[in-house]
């Protein structure tokens, strides 16, 4: 069973940093691509990054380019979203997710989320 | 950056309706459309991939159609765990894949 479980968000100041954390287990997580998807309050998704399974291609969305990077560790099965420059617009619920193949295309299995809170 | 649009934003329906969702792109896509299912508080579901591929483990109830600029997610006959908020999100091309702006689907 594919299990998915983020942490490191919190409260954070506007101008801040946080790294969040997503620990993968129950599938072979060096194969796949993983993404991050943001959702804030009461609001719709918005897809946040990728980044491919072999030679670990990455992108973003243009409302966080030059302050967010995504990377992966596949020797610790974790995905991580380095979060600096926060600003308010980043309050959401920041959700890790697997995709269904090596490239970044559809994330299919999805964590329950970590709460970003970014207010002074 | 392509634009979704998904219609209608909210929708009233009973259990054993059929119901129908749209989603219309900006740009063509070909089938590179995805729909997820979103209940309260709790993470989103994958559906349907590739346009109408239903994703394992999903009821035969959802199918999704659509090709281009245009989609549909269609359920035949709802069933009362149905009722949750949809959404619609293109995967072409290289990121960043957009989603639409969700379809609430509240019980009549």
């Known amino acids: 069973e594919v299990q998915l479980l983020e942490s490191g968000g919190g409260l954070v100041q506007p101008g801040g940093s946080l790294r969040l954390s997503c620990a993968a287990s129950?599938?072979?997580?060096?194969?796949?691509?993983m993404s991050w998807v943001r959702q804030a309050p009461g609001k719709g998704l918005e897809w946040v990054s990728g980044?491919?399974?072999?030679?670990?291609?990455?992108y973003y969305a243009g409302s966080v380019k030059g302050r967010f990077t995504i990377s992966r560790d596949d020797s610790k099965n974790t995905l991580y979203l380095q979060m600096n420059s926060l600003r308010a617009e980043d309050t959401a619920v920041y959700y890790c997710?697997?995709?269904?193949?090596?490239?970044?295309?559809?994330?299919?299995?999805w964590g329950r989320g970590t709460l970003v809170t970014v207010s002074s | 950056d392509i634009q979704m649009t998904q219609s209608p934003s909210s929708l009233s329906a009973s259990v054993g309706d059929r119901v129908t969702i749209t989603c219309r792109t900006s740009?063509?896509?070909?089938?590179?459309l995805n729909w997820y299912q979103q209940k309260p508080g709790k993470a989103p579901k994958l559906l349907i991939y590739?346009?109408?591929s239903l994703q394992s483990g999903v009821p035969s109830r959802f199918s999704g159609s659509g090709s281009g600029t245009d989609f549909t997610l269609t359920i035949s006959s709802l069933q009362p765990e149905d009722f949750a908020t949809y959404y619609c999100?293109?995967?072409?091309?290289?990121?960043?894949?957009?989603f639409g702006q969700g379809t609430k689907l509240e019980i009549k």
């Open positions: 997710a697997k995709d269904l193949e090596d490239i970044v295309v559809v994330p299919a299995d």
């Open positions: 129950g599938f072979t997580f060096s194969s796949y691509a």
């Open positions: 980044i491919s399974s072999v030679g670990g291609s990455t």
């Open positions: 740009q063509s896509i070909n089938n590179y």
């Open positions: 590739a346009a109408s």
């Open positions: 999100q293109q995967s072409y091309s290289t990121p960043p894949y957009t």
